[in-house]
């Protein structure tokens, strides 16, 4: 904040946030080239106009973004009641506003700088409030292009190579192996974190835009690519998310996975009874819990760590608390075995450290605490997420990595391969939607380089 009553400023950097609401009221458009103005306070602020090292001009809310979205713009276009513009500035880099609007993590409200003055701005909220409100147009490219481009897999990486993509002018073809597009967004995440129509209608907005979908095509195997490339398509996304779950050691035969059970109970027809046990830490064993309440049984979850130490925020625990899930928190699973029709669980606190400057707490060394033993009716566990490459034939130019994935080059994800490229969870692992959103784009970035020689 610059505070004068002449021509000269007196400085408050204490009180500066950098909100860029000074640029907006400048009376000039180039609000940088006025740094050369060595005695003015126009000039002064100019040169003092601190962002985040390495991202100039841009604010933190911004910064902090995997997809960049211009957060002050569309929040500016909503405070006067523009919302199809908001809904316009958010689809020039997000094309699952609705979904993002709902399931985003919102690492730009831990950023917000209105946080300095009483609380962040609600901005996922307000992101959700353009997808609802908006109407969304659909402009087709200004320059369409020849290329054919094949997108497999219509989860949110997919959707959003195809997207962008799109918007380049290719030609561009997704195909998805399930009825209906949206992977495990359609498929795992229930209605209440996600209406279906909500996804369906960002899924539309996509098709609109001249995407060809075609359901019901799954990938076989590498013939699949060279039939592909033997069609015409130039280029070739391979977005298969991870769909294939690796229990924890030791898990017992006849315990669900997180995903397994999200599955079956997303829709909420069949009727749970009983007691339900669900050991995880982050959104989809909660979700999961939840989804137990709503069926009927009476749901325990297992938090390994103390609230806040892992990915769920502690207003999202205390919702699940609210409709009767009981959350024991810093717990593990030591042993798990069925007995007659029922499990009998043993478990061990675990033991932190108080928490450190940011607030982290650590898991502490030597015995740990009490056991407890449960029984319950069924047992779900979280497992991990990993992508499904028994496709993939040996000696294939298509690499794997240690951990499981396609190898990609990081700079355009691209396989070794020429051609195919690999977005989302295939890539990178059990992710979250937004990364999935930007590496989807990263990749669509690098198949117009590759066909235009530059890759």
């Given amino acids: 904040m610059a505070i004068a009553r002449t021509h000269h400023p007196v400085w408050d950097g204490e009180r500066c946030l950098p909100c860029g609401a000074c640029t907006r009221r400048c009376p000039t458009t180039v609000f940088l080239e006025l740094a050369r103005e060595t005695d003015s306070l126009r000039g002064r602020v100019a040169r003092e106009y601190d962002f985040p090292p390495g991202r100039p001009d841009v604010p933190p809310c911004r910064a902090v973004c995997p997809l960049s979205q211009d957060v002050p713009a569309y929040n500016r276009a909503i405070a006067a009641g523009d919302f199809d513009r908001a809904l316009e500035i958010v689809l020039d880099t997000n094309p699952l506003p609705s979904v993002c609007g ?205 609230v806040g130490a892992g990915p769920l925020a502690p207003a999202a625990i205390e919702m699940a608390r609210e409709e009767g899930v009981e959350v024991r928190e810093g717990f593990e699973i030591v042993s798990a075995g069925r007995s007659s029709s029922r499990w009998e669980v043993r478990c061990r606190e675990l033991r932190y450290g108080p928490p450190d400057p940011v607030g982290r707490r650590w898991r502490m060394g030597g015995d740990e605490g009490r056991e407890e033993r449960l029984e319950v009716d069924m047992l779900v566990l979280a497992g991990e997420r990993l992508p499904d490459l028994s496709w993939v034939r040996p000696g294939s130019a298509l690499r794997l990595t240690p951990a499981g994935t396609l190898q990609v080059r990081p700079e355009d994800n691209m396989t070794g391969r020429a051609g195919v490229f690999g977005a989302g969870e295939i890539v990178a692992g059990e992710r979250n939607v937004v990364l999935a959103i930007a590496s989807g784009r990263r990749a669509a970035e690098g198949v117009r380089r590759y066909l235009e020689g530059q890759g």
Avoid at 192 to 209: E, W
Avoid at 264 to 293: K, Y
């Fill in 102 to 306: 709902r399931l985003c993590l919102a690492a730009c409200m831990q950023a917000c700088v209105r946080a300095a003055l009483d609380r962040p701005a609600e901005i996922r909220r307000l992101k959700r409030a353009a997808a609802d409100h908006g109407r969304a147009s659909h402009p087709r490219p200004e320059n369409e292009r020849s290329e054919r481009v094949a997108v497999i897999g219509a989860g949110p990486a997919g959707l959003s190579a195809a997207a962008s993509l799109r918007r380049s002018g290719f030609v561009v073809t997704l195909f998805e192996a399930a009825p209906v597009a949206g992977g495990l967004l359609s498929s795992a995440v229930p209605a209440f974190s996600l209406p279906q129509d909500a996804l369906q209608r960002d899924v539309g907005v996509i098709i609109d835009s001249g995407v060809e979908l075609r359901l019901g095509w799954r990938l076989g195997g590498e013939d699949d690519l060279d039939r592909l490339f033997d069609d015409g398509y130039r280029a070739i996304v391979l977005a298969l998310g991870a769909s294939r779950v690796e229990m924890p050691p030791g898990a017992s035969e006849g315990c669900l996975s997180v995903l397994s059970f999200a599955q079956r109970f997303r829709a909420g027809g069949e009727r749970l009874s009983g007691s339900l046990l669900v050991a995880g830490a982050g959104r989809e064993a909660l979700a999961a819990a939840r989804m137990g309440i709503r069926a009927g049984a009476k749901a325990r979850l297992v938090l390994e760590g103390p």
